[in-house]
């Protein structure tokens, strides 16, 4: 039944060519599908048919490898040629903290408009339990009802979420497990014929829904675990201990005990906005997330309580925050990659400004924040400017530094990553 796919004959589309679409897009391109992708950003279509990557994890050579399999387009029309679908459009939140499903709702209208016998849909995008049921699957029921064509028999619908982690190398896409289910039985046997030519491992749930749960409490685990270890550092702060010292000890303990490690907040697009799906859908059903409440409260005071260590460093020193000239060392939310959205260095920096800082920042992989509302630029004299600084706060570990050479050069060092004076 699903033959194309086992041969690889089959040509496939991924809708949204962004940090998780176009690495997949290059991946079903490597093992021999004929791929499109589909991206409204025109600047992106070029990029991928010119071979030019703008994906830190995707290489230039990787994606002019694959020149003959894969092609870009922002026509939905394509899917009218092509046997399966991937949606790998992002999911942020709206200003009031509601989860933002617009692309994916736009994205099933356009779908569905080019519905055929025979098509896959795979959803990637990470959303709230109910999303591919509730949210997709009635968009492509009514574009097939005037057929006569059925969820399972003419179409198949699925849910499997992203695993993606930029800038990871020991787990790639294609080796990491992958979450799988459909709607029904036959969906779920297409997809698994669709991506079991890709991933090496494939774990089939129930539901959708339970997928997507099961997505969202993969990130909710680390966004709850480290607002527990920031509020470790909370109490050891309070009580005059040493909180590296008693991670360290208790991270010693070889079983029932999982190291997290205290910082500056939590950054990117994943754990400080996903778990929020998970809380608002609970709200819907008139039930609570609790754990999420209170974690993303601890990890929200963060970045105040790193400026509240400068301003009390200052204050040792003589000086106070108005005026004085700190350096923010990294301004992306992880080491080594060009990410700066929701990074606690952004908020960090916006504070110090607001308190009348002369504030600075240095990254080797992002030039610029002002498209993140922080009229900054990064400063091109690292050396010169940590020696100028009054105060320099370590705020992502970034493997290019030399961290010996900031701790000697820096007059005042914060270290929100735990990073200087370790020896592991």
């Known amino acids: 039944m699903f033959d194309r796919f086992h041969n690889r004959t089959a040509r496939v589309a991924v809708v949204g060519l962004g940090y998780v679409g176009l690495p997949l897009a290059v991946t079903l391109a490597s093992t021999g599908y004929q791929v499109v992708g589909i991206d409204l ?24 490898a694959q020149a003959t399999r894969l092609r870009a387009t922002s026509d939905y029309a394509v899917l009218t040629q092509c046997d399966a679908v991937s949606i790998c459009l992002p999911t942020p939140l709206d200003q009031t903290g509601q989860p933002d499903v617009s692309s994916i709702r736009a994205s099933g209208r356009e779908i569905a408009l080019h519905l055929h016998p025979g098509l896959t849909v795979v959803l990637e995008s990470t959303s709230y339990p109910g999303t591919t049921t509730e949210l997709l699957l009635p968009l492509l029921e009514a574009a097939a009802q005037p057929q006569g064509w059925r969820v399972g028999e003419q179409f198949h619908l699925a849910f499997s979420p992203e695993r993606v982690d930029p800038g990871r190398t020991d787990w790639t896409i294609q080796t990491t497990p992958k979450i799988i289910a459909g709607v029904t039985e036959n969906c779920l046997a297409a997809a698994q014929a669709y991506y079991g030519q890709v991933f090496d491992t494939l774990v089939p749930v129930s539901s959708p829904s339970a997928a997507e749960m099961a997505k969202l409490f993969e990130n909710t685990y680390r966004f709850v675990n480290i607002s527990l270890v920031n509020e470790l550092l909370l109490m050891c702060d309070r009580l005059g201990l040493d909180s ?82 700190i350096l923010v060392l990294g301004a992306a939310y992880k080491p080594d990659i060009a990410d700066a959205r929701e990074s606690p260095a952004i908020d960090i920096l916006q504070l110090l400004l607001q308190k009348g800082a002369q504030a600075a920042y240095h990254d080797p992989f992002i030039p610029s924040l002002a498209d993140k509302g922080v009229p900054l630029t990064a400063v091109a004299d690292l050396e010169g400017e940590i020696q100028k600084a009054d105060c320099v706060v370590i705020a992502t570990a970034h493997s290019a530094y030399d961290w010996a050479s900031i701790e000697h050069g820096a007059a005042i060092l914060v270290d929100t990553r735990f990073i200087v004076n370790r020896r592991s």
């Open 41 to 64: 950003d025109q600047t992106k279509v070029e990029s991928v048919n010119q071979g030019r990557s703008y994906i830190a994890d995707v290489a230039d050579a990787a994606l002019r």
């Open 244 to 325: 590296r010292e008693v991670l360290e000890a208790a991270a010693t303990k070889p079983f029932g005990f999982t190291r997290f490690t205290p910082g500056p907040g939590v950054g990117g697009p994943c754990i400080p906005v996903d778990p929020h799906y998970l809380s608002w859908k609970m709200r819907s059903v008139n039930a609570s997330a609790r754990f999420i409440e209170l974690a993303n409260q601890i990890n929200a005071e963060m970045p105040g309580f790193w400026v509240q260590k400068v301003q009390d460093a200052l204050n040792d020193a003589g000086k106070a925050v108005k005026g004085s000239r």
